[in-house]
Structures are given as structure tokens and as C-alpha cells.
């Protein structure tokens, strides 16, 4: 028997518009260990596009253990970034070789959820096997709520960082 796979949220999502898209990346990154999680992460595209466009597609696995041995928090995080290297905005143009900064769109999509008896034991036990429904619905509905609810919370937080560091961005004109 498969451990159970609880969904507690699925899509949010983040858009942005403007200069130094590229830190986006690194902010992402931050904001998860922050939170404590393991990410591991691989390059599903890189791109070089007429006019000195530039794009990146990624996608994350981010996961922490919540309680011991049982239960596993994780998201799946896909980010695209799209950027061209433009003069810094504020400088003149007369200004020959003029500071580059990446100017662009960021797409971040985040699904969570949570894998609950990871090891099985109940699954694995003849005797058990049985009472794992009447386990379900007495000793883990209110741990399911709670790490459920702290999941989307976690989810909604990180989308909530990458709202206010690009606050502090110059947007596109």
C-alpha cells in the first residue's frame, strides 16, 4: 500500500514585469530555506533568442519532514524567466557603454501537498492493515487539518515575499 498523498493546495502563482528579473531567482531560493526546506531543482530549458532575449524554464522540489518519520511536506515549484539586457533605467542616453541590467517577465506556479505515513508501518502490518482507516479518521484528522492549513499558509507566505521584493523593484514603463 502506497503512503496517502494529501493535496492542501494547488497553483498559486506570481507574475512580474520589469528590471532585474533574474534576482527573482535567488530571492526564490532564499525564501525556501527560510521556511526550512530541502530543495532540489533542475534546468528543464535555457535559451538564446534573436535580439539578445534570454530565457530560463525551471522546476523545484521542495520538501521538509514535519513530523518524524510519517508525514512530509512538499512543493513543486516551476518558474520561468524571460530577459533581455537593457541600459540601467535613469541613464542618459548619450552615455556610451551604459550599466546592463536584465529587464523581463518572472512566472512562478507552487503546488503543495503532503505525504502522510511515509514508512508505511500500518500498510506493512497484517495486523494493522485493517484498523488504518479507523487510524485515519481518529488519531490523524487533526494533524492532516493542521499540517494542511500550515502548508497553504507556507505556500501563501512565499508568494507574499516575492510580492514585496518586487516592491522594491523599477517596473517596466
Not at 531567482?25 to 539578445?52: C, H, I, K, P
Not at 521538509?64 to 541600459?87: H, Q
Not at 492493515?129 to 484528522?141: A, H, I, V
Request: aromatic share 12%.
Amino acid at each position: 500500500m502506497a503512503p496517502s498523498r494529501i493535496w492542501s493546495f494547488t497553483n498559486l502563482g506570481f507574475h512580474y514585469d520589469g528590471y532585474h528579473v533574474t534576482d527573482f531567482y535567488r530571492a526564490l531560493y532564499r525564501g525556501m530555506v527560510d521556511l526550512g526546506y530541502n530543495t532540489s531543482e533542475w534546468l528543464q530549458a535555457r535559451g538564446f533568442y534573436n535580439e539578445g532575449s534570454e530565457a530560463v524554464v525551471s522546476r523545484w522540489i521542495a520538501t521538509r519532514e514535519s513530523e518524524a518519520k510519517y508525514s512530509l511536506n512538499c512543493m513543486t515549484i516551476t518558474s520561468k524567466i524571460i530577459w533581455k539586457n537593457v541600459p540601467k533605467p535613469g541613464t542618459s542616453a548619450e552615455t556610451k557603454n551604459p550599466p546592463l541590467v536584465p529587464k523581463g517577465t518572472f512566472d512562478l506556479t507552487i503546488n503543495g501537498f503532503i505525504v502522510l505515513d511515509f514508512l508505511n508501518v500500518w500498510g506493512e502490518s497484517l495486523i494493522l492493515k485493517p484498523f488504518s482507516s479507523l487510524r485515519d479518521n481518529l488519531m490523524r484528522r487533526r494533524m492532516k487539518g493542521n499540517l494542511m492549513s500550515a502548508s497553504r499558509k507556507e505556500g501563501d507566505l512565499l508568494i507574499k515575499n516575492m510580492r514585496e521584493f518586487s516592491s522594491f523593484l523599477p517596473t517596466i514603463k
